[in-house]
């Protein structure tokens, strides 16, 4: 699948030749004079890249061949739990391929775009937030990553104040690894002076489901963030939403959909989208729930959801223009290939993508992950025994000769 040495040398002079040796100036060049792919590509990593943290025979070929190619990539992955450049420099190190920060979205990097937000009035840069899930406080560390200034935990709350949640005592020896002092005291009396939280995050799997979901559901029915109180409104019939929601608390977003994940242990294990659902029969149990007309109000992103992937295509368009920066008349993006091993997540999010860049998505569903075969639950553009016939599919469909 790799050119020749010397026709891929011919290749990278033909890309080279955007910069002038002379000047070290970008030389204006046109499409027709630079080879520039109108499509490009979206891998979701395990079983399609690595199994078991093992690469998948012909991933690292296919990635290679698509750089010296120069056409565009990006991973895509409902993983997280770690900052994208610690996450690119292990898949660097397996596939034996340079990566940068910006070829990977997961599961909680739009997250990132919620620091600034969309104006200032709801950035939460300098406001608190509560990031739940993850090893120890790695997320909260990723969360200052991406420059949220003001993160707690659920463990801060819980070593600070025990009594929130008894039953995690057995764990305060991990809690204690981690833990830091809240930017302000849990006092339900002061409300100027108490901790008060503005948006939650779940990051990636919560580790004690039990403190996590009393923490969560506390401030979902607080009067306004602050932890320890408890609004008037919950209830009341004449209010939208009979009242739940309605007294400034904090935002919900989950960062990953999944309910079953695959791991070493022979049948799936709940992921991320099992611990909402316990969450949500809580808070159906506690308000009533949808029987009575009460909803829970949150933002779930993640594949299959249209904001993962409009995210994904923002990076992805944004990595195509620096990488032909020097070309004055760049054709738009016509053809995004989503590569997956899962119908529900990749399939079903490719297919239901509205691009609002005009790109159109199709879907190649490989045999190396998690797909058992049969007719799958979202019908993919085609089926490829692995990721490498995946491209190899792709690159003949979109008419490019290596
Ligand atoms: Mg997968």
């Known amino acids: 699948m790799r050119p020749q040495p010397v026709l891929q040398s011919l290749r990278l002079l033909q890309r080279s ?44 070929d296919s990635l290679a061949h698509l750089k010296e190619q120069g056409i565009p990539f990006i991973l895509l992955t409902n993983g997280g739990g770690k900052h994208e450049t610690e996450r690119v420099a292990e898949i660097s190190e397996k596939l034996n391929i340079p990566l940068d920060a910006t070829d990977i979205v997961q599961s909680h990097s739009p997250f990132a775009e919620l620091v600034k937000g969309p104006d200032s009035a709801s950035a939460l840069e300098n406001k608190c937030v509560l990031v739940a899930g993850g090893d120890g406080d790695n997320c909260r560390r990723v969360a200052e990553q991406y420059g949220f200034k003001n993160v707690v935990t659920p463990g801060d709350i819980f070593m600070d104040n025990p009594a929130i949640w008894p039953f995690s005592k057995n764990f305060s020896n991990y809690y204690k690894t981690f833990a830091r002092p809240l930017p302000r005291p849990v006092d339900h009396t002061d409300r100027a002076r108490g901790l008060k939280i503005d948006a939650v995050f779940v ?77 949500e029969g809580v808070w159906a149990a506690t308000t009533g729930g949808l029987s009575k007309g009460v909803e829970l109000k949150k933002t779930v992103i993640g594949k299959p959801y249209q904001g993962t992937y409009e995210f994904a295509e923002r990076q992805l368009l944004r990595n195509r ?82």
């Open 17 to 60: 030749h955007l910069i002038n040796s002379a000047t070290g100036r970008r030389a204006i060049q046109t499409a027709s004079s630079v080879r520039v792919p109108n499509f490009a590509f979206a891998f979701d990593i395990d079983g399609v890249l690595l199994r078991s943290s093992k690469p998948i025979p012909g991933a690292a």
């Open 203 to 279: 990051f990636n799997d919560p580790r004690d489901w039990g403190l996590d979901t009393q923490v969560i559901m506390d401030l979902l029915l607080s009067q306004d963030g602050h932890v320890g109180t408890l609004s008037e409104k919950n209830g009341r019939t004449d209010l939208p939403n009979h009242g739940y929601q309605q007294d400034g608390q904090p935002h919900l977003y989950f960062s990953n959909p999944d309910l079953y994940w695959a791991a070493a242990y022979p049948l799936p294990r709940l992921g991320q989208g099992g611990f909402r659902e316990a969450l």
């Open 321 to 402: 223009a620096k990488k032909f920066e020097g070309v004055s008349d760049l054709p738009p993006l016509q053809q995004v290939y989503m590569i997956g091993d899962n119908p529900e997540s990749d399939i079903r999010g490719a297919n239901s993508y509205r691009s609002s860049y005009g790109s159109k998505w199709q879907s190649i569903l490989v045999r190396t992950g998690v797909y058992p075969g049969g007719e799958p639950a979202w019908t993919p553009t085609t089926i490829a025994d692995d990721v490498q016939k995946g491209v190899q599919w792709a690159l003949k469909t979109s008419k490019w000769s290596s």
